[in-house]
């Protein structure tokens, strides 16, 4: 005989079980890609060429970001429209690479 618990203890270990699965170097290409894709399809032609993402060969969990600092806001904006689609821990760490962009967008300002 089940009971609520039993479902919620069940739902609670699917959830720990999925959570990795957000921050697979696979998973963060595609976000990235699409994070690119829709800032580019926003912007002018001449600024969609200054967003680039590359992911490195060797660390694959690890990106390049190159960015003109025109083209920053879009990219943050798109980052945030995108947040509510992503895994929980794909939104984390979108939400730290938002922080970073947005600190050394600030940092050249001051």
Do not use: H
């Not at 993402?53 to 990219?75: E, G, H």
Request: charged share 30%.
């Amino acid at each position: 005989m089940k009971n609520g618990i039993d479902d919620l203890i069940l739902d609670y270990c699917n959830d720990l079980t999925n959570v990795g699965g957000g921050l697979d170097p696979e998973v963060l290409a595609y976000w990235y890609k699409r994070i690119e894709d829709k800032a580019k399809e926003v912007c002018s032609s001449e600024l969609g060429e200054k967003i680039v993402f590359t992911q490195d060969r060797i660390l694959w969990m690890k990106f390049d970001i190159k960015l003109s600092k025109r083209a920053v806001p879009l990219v943050l904006e798109t980052i945030r429209d995108f947040i509510p689609l992503m895994p929980y821990s794909t939104t984390l760490y979108f939400e730290k690479v938002y922080q970073l962009i947005l600190d050394e967008f600030n940092r050249d300002y001051v």
